[in-house]
């Protein structure tokens, strides 16, 4: 694959402006903790990865990405808008009436968008009947899903863990936000989930951990070959709040809105890192 | 029976799950894009022969009905028209917000083909009785909801829920019905159809209650009542014009199903009697807002009043 690295850093520092900016801007607060994990995420995915067309959003070949956890939208949207998608303007009608972009993804609203999602336990179910059409088609496009950790804790989500590996879905690659909180708090005191990379392994995946706001570790990850026609799941461990540092690795940076002067002070960093 | 007037069609006789096992080969041997699963119950919702034809175009996701909704979604996205089958209890509940959220909300062409509807497996008792879930899918924007009264039916309303854009949901059976039609004809959505006129009382039902709705008029005619019987197998949407034209020629009107009383077809009737103020007298028949026992079909259908018997007895008593 022919990235730059360096490209690919920018666009990840902008997505984060972006969803800062929104946090500051939009009516009652965003999920800026769990936005912020995955900046380096989409930036991979939608600027890397992932074959995509923003001018023909139908086209057949097209890779799928689906964000099971919708509430990722201000990221996604972000990342959608850069890649073409839509009018970066979008994002500042963010969560007003009726817009085009929204706490949870609405397909009908969103161009391009695959598929609708906000609730919890949903996406990589979807994800594996995605990857099994294209396996009928002997199609040679991938789906990529985005999943939470906390969506971890629904049963529906090990059911699609379980059918894929059964199904040996070569073309489907999950990537785990693993942030460790929930809205309440750490995902271990809330609902143990470790050993993580032990149960994918045990549901037939192929596992790679990787530090999730590294691109080159990101992109290393998607280039490795999964073997034996396994499922490839990424276990990306991330930051919650990554960027504002007054809430890096906090519970409380799940949903708020930031007041202007925090955000000014966390957009100065990112500025300055540039 | 309707008397169409031609040479039968093979299907006549069979429970309507097993025409949709036909049906449902003979429709993707024409189209590609037609795939079928199921969740552990593939001789149940009779996708046997389908999977015998189209090895490639089956899956069996295991007991996993929320998954196997999802995926179905997920299916679309490759262009795919995916047969949801299962048991109508778990479609409608255990997958219940997949149905929701991932299927209905998103506009996607799944078909969800329930077999085991109503009290059709009865000695399986009410964990695996559907009497909740037409009111469940009725309840859900964009969702077509179809019922269909015998196997022609079946075989008629399996090909239009196929053409239409969004999602379906059919509800069959496990039991053989009593036959209605012979002959398959000239459906459409929506439409309710007018199998016998009467003058006293119109008997609506749906599904399988429309072969024991005619025997009950039958009956009542001995008794001296001529009872008219509609057949809505499209409960939602419904020809709301079509249904008030012909009940405006009755007295009395009494809904039929093998469902809760509580948000089915009586419901349906009900809300189309008050929205267009129409001067009748009207009652619903079907489960009372309990949890149904366990035993043989036909004594469930005793047992609750179902049968063309217990049918008479409910309208001589409604008139009385």
Known sequence: METNIGELKKIAKLIREDIIKTGRDCDVGVHLGGNLTIAEIMAVLFFGVANLDPTNVNWKDRDRIIL??????????SAMARRGFFPLAELEKFDTFNSMLSMHIDKHRMPGVEISSGSLGHGLNIAVGAALGARMDHAQWKTYCVISDGELMEGSTWEALMSAGHFKLENLTAIVDRNGFTIEGDTEECMRLEPLAAKFEAFNWFVIEVDGHDIEELINAFEAPSGDHKPKMIIANTVKGRGIPSLEGKASSHFFKIDA??????????EAEK | MKDQNKTQSPLVGLASRKAFGKVIVELADQNMDIVATTADLTDSVQLGGFQEKFPDRFVNFGVAEQNMMGAAAGLTLAGKIPFVCTYAIFSALRACEQMRTDVAYNGLPVKIVSSHGGISFGVAGATHQAIEDIGIYRGIAGMTVLVPADAVETAIIIRAAVKLPGPVYVRLNRI?????????????????????????????????????AIDAAILLSGAGINAGVLNISSIKPIDQKAVVEILKKYPAVLTVEQHSVINGLGSAVAEIIAENNLDIR???????????????????????QLDPEGIQEVVLRFLD
């Open chain 1, 68 to 77: 099971s956890k919708g509430h990722g939208n201000v990221a996604l949207s």
């Open chain 1, 261 to 270: 002067d925090e955000a000014n002070d966390a957009l100065a960093i990112i």
């Open chain 2, 176 to 212: 053989t019905e009593k036959t209605v039609y012979t002959n398959e004809f000239d459906y459409q959505i929506g439409k309710p159809d007018l199998l016998r006129e009467g003058e006293d009382i119109l008997l609506i039902a749906t599904g399988a209650q429309v072969g024991e």
């Open chain 2, 282 to 304: 009207f009652m619903r028949h079907g489960l009372m807002d309990i949890f149904t026992t366990s035993g043989p079909y036909k004594d469930l259908l005793q047992y609750y």
